[in-house]
C-alpha cells in the first residue's frame, strides 16, 4: 500500500453553499497529514487544460463562510470520453499527484471512477449539491442553507400573499428530485407540493385550487421545477386554461437559492467529510463516498452513490396534508 503523497481536490456539477468549507478542511487536513494538496479550477475541465495549482494552509484562509466554490465548477463533456482522461492523468502525473477527492453531486463520480478504474489514481467523493439527492448517503453539503434561504423567501411571499388573500406558486429548484421542495413545504406551512417523485391528477390540481379560491385565504403552494407539469409556470398556464388565475400568483426563486453564507449545519458537515475523506486516503482506502450513513459521518461505496436518491420522507406528504386547508 503506497502512501500519498499528493493530493488533488476539485469542485463539480452546481455549487453549493459548504464547498469552500470542504476544499478548506481537505486542504488542511491534508498539511497537517503531510499530504500536498492542489487545486484544481473550473472542474473536471481544469484538470484536462491543466489548471492545478498548489494550495497552502493560507490559500484557504477566511473561505468557509463564502458561498460558491474559489475554486470553480463547470460541466465537462470531453471527461465522459477516454481521451480526455488521459489527458487528465497526464496533467496529475506531471505534478505526481495520486489521489482525488470530487466534491460535487453524483454525476461527477461517473467520470473519476473510470479515470481511477484506468490509472492508478485513488478518488474519493464527497456529496456537495443543494438537492440532497445522492444515494448511500442521509446529507450532501449545501442542502441546509438552501432550505433556509428558501424558507426566508416563503416567509417573504407569505407576507404579500396574507395581505391580498391569494395563493403563490412558489417554484423552488430540483429538477429530477422533490427532496427540497418537500422538506421546506413541510418546514414553511405550504398547503400544497408538487414533485416530479409524485404524479399528478390535473383535475386535483384544478379542484384544490378551486377550493383554496372559495375559502378566499392566502395558500403557498410549493412546486418543484421539474414536478410532472414542469413547473410554477406551467401550472399557473395550466389554471389559466379554466380562469383561476385572478388571485393566482408564480415566484421562482430560482439560483438565489444556491448562493449565500453556509449554515452551522452544512459547515460542520463540510469540515467532517473533507478531514475524512483525507483520513480514508491515508488508510489507503479508496472507491469511496464519505457521508451520513445511518446517522454517523462515515463512507460508502462510490457504486452506490452513482444512483439519484429518491426522497427519503414522503411521509411529509401526509403532514402538509393534515395541517392544511386542502
Ligand atoms: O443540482 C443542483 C441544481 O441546483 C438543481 O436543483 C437544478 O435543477 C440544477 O442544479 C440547475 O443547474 P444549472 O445551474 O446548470 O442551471
Known sequence: MSKVRNLAVLTSGGDSPGMNACVRSVVRAALYHDIKPFGVYEGFNGLLNNKLQELTYHDVSN??????????????????????????????????????????GDGSYRGAQALAEENDIKVIGIPGTIDNDINGTEYTIGFDTACNTIIENIDRIRDT????????????????????????????????????????????????????????????????????????????????????????????????????????????????????????????????MVGVINGRVSTCSLDLARETSPPKNMDYLKLIRKLSIY
Open 63 to 104: 473561505i468557509l463562510n463564502h458561498g460558491g466554490t474559489i475554486l470553480g465548477t463547470a460541466r465537462c463533456p470531453e471527461f465522459r470520453e477516454k481521451e480526455g482522461r488521459d489527458k487528465a492523468y497526464a496533467n496529475l502525473k506531471a505534478q505526481d499527484i495520486d489521489a482525488l477527492i470530487i466534491i460535487g
Open 161 to 288: 400573499a396574507a395581505s391580498h388573500n391569494r395563493i403563490f406558486l412558489v417554484e423552488v429548484m430540483g429538477n429530477n428530485s422533490g427532496i427540497l421542495a418537500l422538506n421546506t413545504a413541510a418546514a414553511s406551512g405550504a398547503e400544497e407540493v408538487f414533485m416530479p417523485e409524485k404524479s399528478e391528477d390535473l383535475l386535483e390540481i384544478k379542484t384544490k385550487i378551486s377550493r383554496a379560491i372559495a375559502a378566499n385565504k392566502s395558500s403557498i403552494i410549493i412546486v418543484a421545477e421539474g414536478d410532472q407539469i414542469g413547473g410554477a409556470k406551467e401550472m399557473y398556464n395550466y389554471l389559466k386554461e379554466y380562469g383561476l388565475v385572478d388571485k393566482v400568483r408564480v415566484s421562482i426563486l430560482g439560483h438565489l437559492q444556491r448562493g449565500g453564507s453556509p449554515s452551522f449545519l452544512d459547515r460542520l458537515y463540510a469540515a467532517l467529510f473533507g478531514e475524512l475523506a483525507v483520513v480514508e486516503l491515508l488508510k489507503g482506502n479508496a472507491d469511496l
